[in-house]
C-alpha cells in the first residue's frame, strides 16, 4: 500500500513538473 501511495505522489510530482 505505501508503494502506491509513493507511486501516487511520484506520478502526481511528474505532472505537475509537466
Given at each position: ?5 509513493r507511486?501516487f ?9 509537466i
Amino acid at each position: 500500500i505505501i508503494i502506491f501511495y509513493r507511486s501516487f505522489l511520484s506520478l502526481k510530482l511528474y505532472l505537475k513538473r509537466i
